[in-house]
Nanobody, 128 residues
Framework: QVQLVESGGGLVQAGGSLRLSCAAS????????MGWFRQAPGKEREFVAA????????YYADDVKGRFTISRDNARNTVLLQMNSLKPEDTAVYYC?????????????????????WGQGTQVTVSS
């Protein structure tokens, strides 16, 4: 079992920044890729960003590329999502996810079913 706890959400004005953190506990040595997804009211949960086990590969959805940066600290079992130049359309609940199997390529990392564990989510609200 892996437990994931997100933090760092909040209310920010358009153009501002937030940094989300995801702390993992439990069988963290068995984790592979880590990802961030988001879900706005009335919409499907969508992929935001992901990072490989080593941190050497990162993947981003087109609408956040260049604005968001994902990173991980395996020694501290933490994954971060730095979000800059935030827009009102970034408003959503953001979820951290952990995959317990090897994943290869964007198609795998962006697929919700590639992930085995999910956090409870943290709300991000961007005002215009």
């Amino acid at each position: 079992q892996v437990q994931l706890v997100e933090s760092g959400g909040g209310l920010v004005q358009a153009g501002g920044s937030l940094r989300l953190s995801c702390a993992a506990s439990g069988r963290t040595s068995s984790m592979y890729g880590m990802g961030w997804f988001r879900q706005a009211p009335g919409k499907e949960r969508e992929f935001v960003a992901a990072i490989s086990r080593s941190g050497g590969s990162t993947y981003y959805a087109d609408d956040v590329k260049g604005r968001f940066t994902i990173s991980r600290d395996n020694a501290r079992n933490t994954v971060l999502l730095q979000m800059n130049s935030l827009k009102p359309e970034d408003t959503a609940v953001y979820y951290c996810a952990a995959a317990m199997d090897y994943c290869l390529g964007y198609g795998c990392y962006a697929y919700r079913d590639s992930y085995d564990y999910w956090g409870q989510g943290t709300q991000v609200t961007v005002s215009s």
